[in-house]
T-cell receptor, first 117, second 114 residues
Framework: GAVVSQHPSRVICKSGTSVKIECRSL??????MFWYRQFPKQSLMLMAT?????????EQGVEKDKFLINHASLTLSTLTVTSAHPEDSSFYIC?????????????FGPGTRLLVL | AQSVTQPDIHITVSEGASLELRCNYS??????LFWYVQSPGQGLQLLLK??????LVQGIKGFEAEFKRSQSSFNLRKPSVHWSDAAEYFC????????????FGTGTQLKVEL
């Protein structure tokens, strides 16, 4: 149980285009979803937290107009990288949890590798 | 703000040998601590977590971790490593009032020699 999927698994796009990444909880309802960015050989950096039906909360330094997050249902959150540039190339990972309580386990998706040419 | 340090970037052990991965945290109150494993092409999988109570926590795949408040550590151990344990291991800390947000360490890459 507690499976999270991401689509696509990898995407290559031209600079200036927008890319949408989907994160789905397959067998549970995710009240909260998180979006992370992982650079090679580095840790996961939290980008934003999204709660179903409300606006996402972005971490300091993350441009909310560039990384649009939508959490329209209890099983789906999307991250749209708008006007992507080569520096946005990275590994994007989502996670989902069933609640907002302290210590709620986060279940992670397999990640999406984005390459912007 | 909380932080996590994993001092070892790479560790190589022989199959069957014991393993200890180090994790030190910085947080002003009682932390909530986690160990995750990341295998290529797969999402991070929770190995174990500590909230309170017994400071020795048992997890999946034969892993355990011990919370030592005096040393601000939460080291991960396994008595006998299997080749399939080769992966990247992340320690993370969650903060009270942090909305369930996690801060991750930089990870330790484990290589298992046959």
């Amino acid at each position: 149980g507690a499976v999270v999927s991401q689509h696509p698994s990898r995407v290559i796009c031209k600079s200036g285009t927008s890319v949408k990444i989907e994160c789905r909880s397959l067998d549970f309802q995710a009240t909260t979803m998180f979006w992370y960015r992982q650079f090679p050989k580095q840790s996961l950096m939290l980008m934003a937290t999204s709660n179903e039906g409300s606006k996402a909360t972005y971490e300091q330094g993350v441009e909310k107009d560039k990384f649009l997050i939508n959490h329209a249902s209890l099983t789906l959150s999307t991250l749209t990288v708008t006007s992507a540039h080569p520096e946005d190339s990275s590994f994007y990972i989502c996670s989902a949890s069933t609640g907002r309580g302290i210590g709620e386990t986060q279940y992670f998706g397999p990640g999406t590798r984005l390459l912007v040419l | 703000a909380q932080s996590v340090t994993q001092p070892d970037i790479h560790i190589t052990v022989s199959e069957g040998a014991s393993l200890e991965l180090r994790c030190n945290y910085s947080y002003g109150a009682t932390p909530y601590l986690f160990w995750y494993v990341q295998s290529p092409g797969q999402g991070l999988q929770l190995l174990l977590k500590y909230f309170s109570g017994d400071t020795l926590v048992q997890g999946i795949k034969g892993f355990e971790a011990e919370f030592k408040r005096s040393q601000s550590s939460f080291n991960l151990r396994k008595p006998s490593v299997h080749w399939s344990d080769a992966a990247e291991y992340f320690c993370a800390v969650g903060a009270l009032g942090g909305g369930n947000k996690l801060t991750f360490g930089t990870g330790t890459q484990l290589k298992v020699e046959l």
